[in-house]
């Protein structure tokens, strides 16, 4: 088992920050890839970045890119995803999520979090 535990969402102004955390414990976080994926109100769950457990591979969806970045420290179990720049389209959701093998696919995704709800003003 795997317990993900989101932080850092909250209010921001368009163009604004924020970076969130996501705490990993139970089996070892090293060996698995690790993804974020948002969710908005009446829409289906999106990929946002994930990040093998070596930091070797990175997929990022074109939607974000150039303005998040995933990154993860092993060491302390967190992986995170700093976000810039930010629309008021961003306003979600945000949940991390662990599996195997990297994938865009949420249902490739063993475990998830809780969620942290982002919400960018215009």
């Known amino acids: 088992q795997v317990q993900l535990v989101e932080s850092g969402g909250g209010l921001v102004q368009a163009g604004g920050s924020l970076r969130l955390s996501c705490a990993a414990s139970g089996r070892s976080f090293n060996y698995w890839a690790m993804g974020w994926f948002r969710q908005a109100p009446g829409k289906e769950r999106e990929f946002v970045a994930a990040k093998t457990w070596s930091g070797g591979s990175t997929y990022v969806a074109d939607s974000v890119k150039g303005r998040f970045t995933i990154s993860r420290d092993n060491a302390k179990n967190t992986v995170y995803l700093q976000m810039n720049s930010l629309k008021p389209e961003d306003t979600a959701v945000y949940y991390c999520?662990?599996?195997?093998?990297?994938?865009?696919?949420?249902?490739?995704?063993?475990?998830w979090g809780q969620g942290t709800q982002v919400t960018v003003s215009s």
């Open positions: 999520a662990a599996t195997i093998r990297l994938s865009r696919n949420p249902v490739d995704y063993d475990y």
